[in-house]
């Protein structure tokens, strides 16, 4: 994947990175992750379908979780430098 991350993409891979065994449904991501509420579902629907994270369906509702494994894990090396280039960017303001 050659194209920009977001600050969204950013933060919601955080929350699942952060709280890797916990369960969450579409509005907690987009609560916790400081996010649209449909900005939480397109991401959680584009790192499920990239494997990253698991979902599962419970009381007619999805819940996602972070995955052990994903075969993107370019993708994740970039979100993770993208995450490491805004802390030293936020960190230049103080």
Known sequence: ????ISQHEVDVFNLFDCYQH?????????QRAGVADRTARFLTLRFF??????????????????????????YIEQL????????HARGADI
């Open 49 to 74: 379908k990239l494997g990253m994270i698991k979902r599962t369906r419970f009381s007619s509702r999805f819940r996602y979780r972070w995955a052990a494994k994903t075969e993107h894990r370019s």
């Open 80 to 87: 993770e430098h993208a995450r490491h280039a805004q802390v």
């Open 1 to 4: 994947m050659d194209e920009r």
């Open 22 to 30: 916990r369960w969450f449904e579409s509005n907690e991501i987009a």
